[in-house]
């Protein structure tokens, strides 16, 4: 079964730019969350989608934004790009939105943003 | 509010010796808590996870952790490390609405180093 993919992996952009990036899931999971890693801070939760639904928000401005699609599919866009929004975005899958012991998360590679 | 604390930002052992890298975090409810691996210019790989029942949880590539809720710890252990386990490793706690697997904070991360 293929993994998570991500597209593009890599990016360059310059400030004031905008970016959407988007994420495949494993077939047959319908949840998809995003996160951004940095150095400075971290490994940062972004949103979470399920059946095309926003179910969970990080603390985050409005210049980042996702949706998710009918397969599962999901994109995030980030308007306005910042110099500090170079970073590596990550995407995770996982079968359902629950807290069940059995439903994890599977990461892709990510694609690595750099804003110019 | 929910937090991750990893105190060794990185450390090196040699090839063949023990390891055990220190996770604490912090968490009003019963945690449910994650070991992830991430090797350069890839994503993040499971190793283990804790949601219930016995405190020692095995994981893949020989790993182990053990939940001790009166220290709010989940540390990882190796009995005998190889030069391939070199990466940086990252502890998270499960959260968000709808389930406790929806949103993952992450602490920031050990980065081992594997002496030959």
């Known amino acids: 079964k293929a993994g998570v993919t991500q597209t593009p992996r890599y990016l360059i952009k310059t400030r004031g730019q905008q970016v959407t990036l988007s994420c495949s899931p494993i077939?047959?999971?319908?949840?998809v969350s995003w996160y951004q890693q940095t150095p400075g801070q971290g490994l940062q939760f972004l949103f979470e989608?399920?059946?095309?639904?926003?179910?969970n928000k990080g603390n985050f401005p409005g210049r980042f934004s996702g949706r998710q699609f009918s397969n599962s599919r999901s994109e995030m866009n980030v308007s306005t790009l910042e110099l500090g929004d170079s970073a590596l975005y990550l995407c995770?899958?996982?079968?359902?939105?629950?807290?069940?012991?059995?439903?994890?998360?599977?990461f892709g590679p990510g694609t690595r943003l750099t804003v110019l | 509010a929910q937090s991750v604390t990893q105190p060794d930002i990185h450390i090196t052992v040699s090839e063949g010796a023990s390891l055990e890298l220190r996770c604490n975090y912090s968490?009003?409810?019963?945690?449910?808590l994650f070991w992830y691996v991430q090797s350069p210019g890839q994503g993040l790989q499971l190793l283990l996870k804790?949601?219930?029942?016995?405190?020692l949880v095995q994981g893949i590539k020989g790993f182990e952790a053990e939940f001790k809720r009166s220290q709010s710890s989940f540390n990882l252990r190796k009995p005998s490390v190889h030069w391939s386990d070199a990466a940086e490793y990252f502890c998270?706690?499960?959260?968000?609405?709808?389930?406790?697997?929806?949103?993952?904070?992450f602490g920031t991360g050990t980065l081992l180093a594997v002496q030959p």
């Open positions: 995770a899958s996982k079968l359902r939105s629950t807290g069940s012991s059995t439903d994890t998360q599977y």
């Open positions: 077939s047959g999971h319908r949840s």
């Open positions: 989608y399920f059946s095309e639904t926003q179910r």
């Open positions: 968490y009003g409810a019963t945690p449910y």
């Open positions: 804790y949601f219930s029942g016995d405190t």
């Open positions: 998270a706690v499960g959260a968000g609405y709808g389930g406790a697997t929806n949103k993952l904070i």
